[in-house]
């Protein structure tokens, strides 16, 4: 006979308090994911990337917080968005940007003045902070001589450079003792610039004011301003070696004595300083230096028709700093030249590039050089077109330091 167990009749309160128990059991299988015997647990729906999203992202990421037209120095770099903030500030602080790995390498970290670091024309601005592992210093430095800013990673404990990078854009410069002049940001600092270079003694510039070809030379060793926003004029020269670079010449005199000078670019990536005296003297003569970018941006009517012959640019091409390159063999070349024709901009529109596919060499090897452009979203677009097509292609920026 079993045994009949005594019922004991619950209370609205113990009623009340195992269906809590209940309810908290089962939320408790919920929340940690854990399998109810006979049940599955229900999985989240997959994320789907919304490019536009993720590059409002970017933005807003390297301006965090807010330093959109009130920083101190602010500039991108091929691979950074740099920022030192706030205007003017007593206590200034960092961000770097990495837009290839989407990451805040520096987020409002306390910076350090340093000024002479690279010379007497440069502020630089120091943060210390971390990168894989390593105890390193992001320096960010701007130059009062020509605007232009630069970023380095800086090894704490060796004091070698692991990265150096040249601003490509600047949109904030107002370091002390640099003039604002009547456009303080100087965003157009690049465009506006046809050649760009640093000898050992000298900085060169040839740029467009206002419709207007002018040079500056100054020498950095006497602080003294040769030529100053005088007038340049694009010469085609059948004199070797300089046949087949683009020369600008302008200046009045040198040491007091009449000269001209000339400012020399080649297709391959070579620049040169000369003056010349009245009787057709050399009175200097000075290379481009590697420590510092050349930065062109020639227009086509200053260039000769066989600019770039014999170097590694061919004929018509530009010295673009973005580069649509593939990788591949003479498989893959051919399919980028059945795909995008030389001379052509089909699929993808509106260009500011030079496109004729081929072979070009740099010490990380070789790619396939299907487009240069002097805008970085052109580049991307051309790379976008290309990978739509079945491509391995990326954007790369040149610098002429890799040829």
């Known amino acids: ?5 005594p019922t004991i009749p619950l209370s609205r309160w113990s009623k009340r308090l195992f269906k809590s128990l209940a309810l908290f059991i089962t939320s408790v299988f919920l929340v940690t994911g854990l399998a109810v015997p006979g049940y599955s647990a229900a999985q989240p729906p997959a994320l789907t ?9 970017d ?8 330093t959109a037209g009130n920083a101190t120095l602010y500039f991108e770099t091929a691979t950074f968005t740099v ?3 706030p205007r003017n500030g007593q206590f200034l602080s960092m961000n770097v940007y990495n837009r290839d790995t989407r990451r ?7 910076v350090t003045r340093r000024d002479g670091i690279i010379s007497s024309d440069w502020i630089s601005y120091d943060s210390f902070g971390s ?13 009062l001589t020509n605007n232009q800013a630069r970023l380095e990673i800086v090894d704490a404990s060796t004091s070698s450079i692991l990265l150096s990078q040249n601003s490509t854009s600047v949109r904030d410069f107002f370091l002390p003792g640099a003039n604002p002049g009547p456009n303080p940001g100087q965003g157009d600092l690049l465009n506006r610039t046809f050649v760009g270079f640093d000898t050992q003694n000298h900085s060169v510039r040839v740029f467009n004011d206002g419709g207007i070809t002018k040079m500056n030379v100054y020498n950095r060793v006497t602080s003294q301003t040769l030529v100053n926003g005088l007038t340049a004029t694009a010469e085609a020269t059948n004199v070797a070696p300089y046949r087949c670079w683009v020369n600008y010449f302008g ?18 990536g070579q620049a040169l300083l000369e003056v010349i005296a009245a009787n057709g003297g050399v009175l200097l003569s000075e290379p481009r230096i590697n420590s510092a970018p ?28 973005y580069v649509a390159a593939v990788f591949g063999g003479d498989n893959e070349l051919q399919q980028v030249r059945q795909v995008l024709p030389s001379g052509s901009s089909q699929g993808v529109g509106g260009l500011t590039c030079v496109i004729n596919p081929r072979f070009e060499n740099a010490p990380q090897g070789r790619f396939i050089n299907a487009a240069e452009c002097t805008d970085r979203n052109d580049a991307s677009a051309v790379v976008n077109f290309l990978r739509a097509r079945g491509l391995n292609a990326r954007l790369v920026y040149r610098n002429f330091r890799y040829r």
């Open 294 to 321: 050349l930065v062109t941006n020639i227009p086509q009517a200053d260039r000769p028709d066989c600019f770039g012959s014999g170097g590694t640019v061919p004929d018509g091409a530009g010295l673009a700093p």
């Open 251 to 268: 200046g009045q005199s040198f040491g007091g004595a009449p000269a001209r000078y000339f400012v020399r670019v080649s297709g391959d």
């Open 83 to 85: 920022s030192v903030h």
């Open 49 to 57: 990337p919304n490019t536009a999203a993720e590059v409002g992202l």
């Open 104 to 110: 805040s390498e520096q987020l409002n970290a306390p």
């Open 1 to 5: 006979m079993k045994p009949v167990w």
């Open 59 to 66: 933005m807003l990421m390297a301006q965090e917080p807010n």
């Open 131 to 143: 990168r894989a592992g390593r105890s390193v210093v992001y320096r960010a430095s701007g130059n």
